[in-house]
């Protein structure tokens, strides 16, 4: 199930979501001394981040995680790690703690074991996910028909996150190996929101509005979900 909160331009959509967030954070810290949220990274929520990085709050109450990871170096511009320090993590909210995904593992696979203990240990429970979609209609990093999606999907995985690799593509000839919190780990967090732009994604969501393959359109599996509610949030492209 989704509400869908659509806006007339991304100005109006980011003081919304800005304020929703703080607000957000600001409770979870008065009801249980802390707050924790993993964010996904992509471009999307740029403006989104630097605006919450000047709201005054108690930052330092603030566990920041990732939704996924590209499999590179922090120093690669592609990482969501990189992308998160640079717009989120810095004035008020530089104060926050982060904890990232990307380990010492070569490969993605071998890393996910390790990996799932640190964040259950230190993440979990999620107070926020907040996702973004692709236009193949990808959220996280289950992307559609990936090695590795079968087991990111299942309701019984137990691990918290998933190595994928996403099958080549038109865009993307080589993509990068990835790791993904699990669809259980995202449908676990108390609030989720799923932020897109622009009117070729508003095309995307009504697809995905449609029942159907979820292997084909990973994001059905969460929009469709019974028991939890995805809050969207749209404007178009400015
Ligand atoms: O690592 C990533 O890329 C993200 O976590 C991914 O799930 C992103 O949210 C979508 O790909 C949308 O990306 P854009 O915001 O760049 O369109």
Redesign the pocket.
């Known amino acids: 199930m989704w509400e869908l909160h659509e806006y007339k331009n991304q100005s109006a959509l980011l003081n919304n979501l800005t304020v929703r967030i703080s607000d957000l954070l600001c409770k979870q810290i008065q009801q249980g001394g802390k707050a924790s949220i993993a964010l996904?990274?992509?471009?999307?929520?740029k403006t989104l981040y630097q605006q919450l990085s000047g709201q005054s709050l108690p930052w330092q109450s603030v566990i920041i995680s990732l939704?996924?990871e590209?499999w590179v170096a922090e120093v690669n511009a592609s990482s969501?790690a990189r992308f998160i320090k640079n717009t989120l993590i810095q004035n008020q909210a530089a104060r926050a703690i982060f904890i990232g995904m990307k380990t010492s593992h070569r490969d993605v696979f071998a890393a996910a074991e390790s990996l799932s203990n640190i964040l259950e240990r230190h993440t979990l429970p999620l107070d926020l996910v907040l996702?973004?979609?692709?236009l193949d209609g990808?959220?996280?990093?289950l992307f559609p028909d990936a090695k590795g999606l079968t087991e990111a999907l299942s309701d019984t995985c137990r691990p918290v996150c998933c190595a994928i690799q996403p099958q080549p593509s038109a865009d993307d000839a080589n993509p990068t190996a990835r790791m993904t919190l699990s669809l259980n780990t995202i449908l676990s967090a108390s609030v989720r929101i799923l932020y897109i732009s622009g009117a070729a994604k508003r095309d995307v969501l009504e697809q995905a509005f449609i029942p159907g393959s979820v292997t084909d359109m990973p994001v059905r599996a969460v929009l469709h979900d019974s028991q939890t509610m995805t809050e969207i949030y749209y404007a178009p492209d400015d």
């Open positions: 996904s990274g992509g471009s999307t929520p939704v996924d590209r969501n996702l973004g979609m692709g990808h959220t996280a990093s």
